[in-house]
T-cell receptor
Framework: AQRVTQPEKLLSVFKGAPVELKCNYSYSGSPELFWYVQYSRQRLQLLLRHISRESIKGFTADLNKGETSFHLKKPFAQEEDSAMYYCALNRGTSYGKLTFGQGTILTVHP | NAGVMQNPRHLVRRRGQEARLRCSPMKGHSHVYWYRQLPEEGLKFMVYLQKENIIDESGMPKERFSAEFPKEGPSILRIQQVVRGDSAAYFC????????????FGPGTRLTVL
C-alpha cells in the first residue's frame, strides 16, 4: 500500500529565508506526486505536480526516486506563503485516488 | 464556473441520526472523490465515483457509510446512525474525465456529532 509522510507538523521561517517542506513516500510502482496548499479560509488547491516540472509562486519540487522524496522548496519565503501544505501521491495516470500526508503548517514571520 | 460546491458547510447531528452530505462537481467533471479529515490528521480517501458508478470504495467504512453519484443531481455521502467518531471534515473533489488531471476541492462539510 502507498504511504506519504511529512515529518514536520509545523515549520517556521523568517521572510526572505529559504524554506524546504519535506515529503517522503512509499510505493513500489511509478507514482505521480503533488503538492496541495490551503491558505487561511480558502479551499485546498493544487500548487504543483512533478510531471509538469514547473515553478509555481517560486516553489519547486523534484521527485527523487532513489530517496523516495518530493521535497518542496523556495529560496526566499514570503509572508503570503504561510499556509497548510499537503504532499499527495497518485498511483499512476489511470487512477485518481490521492493519498495525502499529514500536512505541514508553514508560518513565515516578517 | 462556480467550483465544487458542498452543502451544508456545517452539520450537527446527535448520535444515532443520519447525516447527508452533498457535493456538486464542477461543470464538465464526471469524476467525484470523497475524503475525510479527522482532527489532527491528513485527508483520507473514502470513495471514488463516476456518474451512476462506484469505482473504488476501498476507503469507506464497511457499515453505515454509503455514497452515490446519480445521473442527475449532486453526489451524496450518507452516514447512518452517526457516532461521535464520525465527527470530521468531509471534502469532495472533482476532476474531468481523464483521471490523471487535477482534482478540484470543495470547501468541505464539517460534521459534528453530539
Amino acid at each position: 500500500a502507498q504511504r506519504v509522510t511529512q515529518p514536520e507538523k509545523l515549520l517556521s521561517v523568517f521572510k526572505g529565508a529559504p524554506v524546504e517542506l519535506k515529503c517522503n513516500y512509499s510505493y513500489s510502482g511509478s507514482p505521480e506526486l503533488f503538492w496541495y496548499v490551503q491558505y487561511s479560509r480558502q479551499r485546498l488547491q493544487l500548487l504543483l505536480r512533478h510531471i509538469s516540472r514547473e515553478s509555481i509562486k517560486g516553489f519547486t519540487a523534484d521527485l527523487n526516486k532513489g530517496e523516495t522524496s518530493f521535497h518542496l522548496k523556495k529560496p526566499f519565503a514570503q509572508e503570503e506563503d504561510s499556509a497548510m501544505y499537503y504532499c499527495a501521491l497518485n498511483r499512476g495516470t489511470s487512477y485518481g485516488k490521492l493519498t495525502f500526508g499529514q500536512g505541514t503548517i508553514l508560518t513565515v514571520h516578517p | 464556473n462556480a467550483g465544487v460546491m458542498q452543502n451544508p458547510r456545517h452539520l450537527v447531528r446527535r448520535r444515532g441520526q443520519e447525516a447527508r452530505l452533498r457535493c456538486s462537481p464542477m461543470k464538465g467533471h464526471s469524476h467525484v472523490y470523497w475524503y475525510r479529515q479527522l482532527p489532527e490528521e491528513g485527508l483520507k480517501f473514502m470513495v471514488y465515483l463516476q456518474k451512476e458508478n462506484i469505482i473504488d470504495e476501498s476507503g469507506m467504512p464497511k457499515e453505515r457509510f454509503s455514497a452515490e453519484f446519480p445521473k442527475e443531481g449532486p453526489s451524496i455521502l450518507r452516514i447512518q446512525q452517526v457516532v461521535r467518531g464520525d465527527s470530521a471534515a468531509y471534502f469532495c473533489a472533482s476532476s474531468p474525465p481523464r483521471t490523471s488531471d487535477e482534482q478540484f476541492f470543495g470547501p468541505g462539510t464539517r460534521l459534528t456529532v453530539l
